[in-house]
């Protein structure tokens, strides 16, 4: 067999195990978003609906006020970036890491890191920036008791002063074609709206607004977070679906053309041994 031929089919059977594992990866991909999605939106109901209940109770207060509410005199400034677990999901690590970048940069005073996936970790430690802790991308059974862990340390942190604002960068989810990195400001908390409308002035609160205030306001920093785990993982594993997709098709694209390649080859070479013989032929003849 000549070289070419035997190149050519060896180029066939890499690309197709290739496809093989892009296209495993593709469904696995799949599997985990249909999961994931459906936690995002049911969660966006409870969302909304828990911050709808913050207005209502925040306009029965006469002044509302809360240490989650009010700035301290804290130098430093905490981030909890929210980042990839995995690489082979397209753009996603690189649109995420290129948006800490700007807003780690955006600060005078002196950062503190949180960080969540091991992808994010290492851009920041190349950075320069050391990172406070390091915590794995849990899974769908851990997702919720790490979301409360890093409420809580937030809280904590803000509370105690050691950090004057505690800020979060996430990937939203829009659809699997479509994720965005956001910035936002989680501590402290941004200024409530207050439901002035409605029937909101009707409501019988017990206990008095104030103080059911004060307990909303920590379960609606342990939702955001919880959400942004929610989101990142929904919108890595979109972005990760939609990257094995292209590739699948690139490799299946790919071996059409080498096998049109390989049969192009293939006829030549037998056009070539029929010209041998039928010029050996003629030669016979003629001698």
């Not at 390091?134 to 979301?147: G, I, N, S």
């Amino acid at each position: 067999m000549p070289q070419n031929l035997r190149a050519i089919r060896r180029k066939i059977r890499t690309v197709q195990s290739i496809a093989k594992i892009t296209r495993a990866m593709k469904m696995v991909a799949a599997a985990k978003l249909r999961r994931v999605q459906g936690l995002v939106e049911n969660g966006r109901a409870y969302w909304d609906a828990l911050h709808v209940m913050i207005g209502h109770v925040a306009a029965q207060s006469e002044e509302v006020s809360h240490p989650l509410l009010e700035h301290n005199d804290a130098e430093s400034v905490a981030l909890l970036l929210f980042g990839g677990s995995r690489g082979l999901c397209g753009s996603y690590n690189v649109m995420f890491h290129r948006e800490v970048e700007e807003l780690v940069g955006s600060f005078d005073e002196p950062v503190k890191l949180w960080t969540v996936g091991p992808k994010v970790q290492q851009f920041v430690s190349k950075l320069g920036h050391p990172v406070c802790n390091a915590v794995e991308m849990p899974d769908d059974a851990q997702r919720l008791d790490v979301a409360l862990h890093l409420a809580h340390t937030m809280r904590t942190e803000f509370l105690e002063a050691r950090v004057g604002a505690v800020y979060a960068v996430y990937t939203q989810f829009e659809s699997a074609m479509r994720q965005r990195p956001i910035a936002r400001r989680l501590l402290p908390v941004e200024p409530i709206e207050s439901a002035q409308n409605g029937d909101a002035a009707h409501y019988i609160f017990e206990p008095p607004a104030p103080d059911l205030l004060g307990s909303l306001l920590p379960r609606a920093i342990d939702a955001a977070v919880y959400r942004m785990l929610l989101e990142s993982a929904a919108s890595e594993e979109g972005s990760r679906m939609v990257a094995m997709t292209a590739a699948t098709d690139n490799a299946d694209e790919l071996i059409v053309n080498l096998s049109r390649e390989l049969n192009r080859a293939r006829q030549a070479h037998i056009t070539t041994e029929l010209l041998e013989v039928i010029s050996g032929a003629e030669a016979l003849a003629s001698g």
